[in-house]
């Protein structure tokens, strides 16, 4: 039964830095692709950080390019995602997802192309 679980949210200042962990279990990580989303209250679902599956590469939004980055420990099943600079606007709940499409490129970020989804965790920057 392919599992994802999200960890390392938390309240944090306008600058500072958190890095979020996303255990895997039940597939190949290697083989699929896997996103980073968040959905901030009242927002719809916006895509973070990708990797796809297709040729490896690995795409950012526009709001989080030079801030954030995901990085994929395939021998522990781990994706992460670190975050820097943080600022008010990247208040939300974070997922990490995966898709089942083979060969997928990701960096379009489409959320309905996620079959799996983690529970989330909240990342609230603030004074």
């Known amino acids: 039964q392919l599992q994802l679980v999200e960890s390392g949210g938390g309240l944090v200042q306008p600058g500072g830095s958190l890095r979020l962990s996303c255990a895997t279990s039940?597939?190949?990580?290697?083989?699929?692709?896997i996103g980073w989303f968040r959905q901030a209250p009242g927002k719809e679902r916006e895509g973070v950080a990708c990797?796809?599956?297709?040729?490896?590469?690995?795409h950012y939004a526009d709001s989080v390019r030079g801030r954030f980055a995901i990085s994929i420990d395939n021998a522990n099943n781990m994706v992460y995602l670190q975050m820097n600079s943080l600022q008010p606007s990247d208040t939300a709940v974070y997922y990490c997802?995966?898709?089942?499409?083979?060969?997928?490129?990701?960096?379009?970020?489409?959320?309905?192309?996620?079959?799996?989804w983690g529970q989330g965790t909240q990342v609230t920057v603030s004074s």
């Open positions: 990797k796809s599956s297709s040729d490896g590469t690995i």
């Open positions: 997802a995966v898709t089942a499409a083979s060969g997928y490129y990701c960096s379009g970020f489409k959320d309905y192309e996620y079959a799996y």
């Open positions: 039940g597939f190949t990580l290697d083989y699929y692709a």
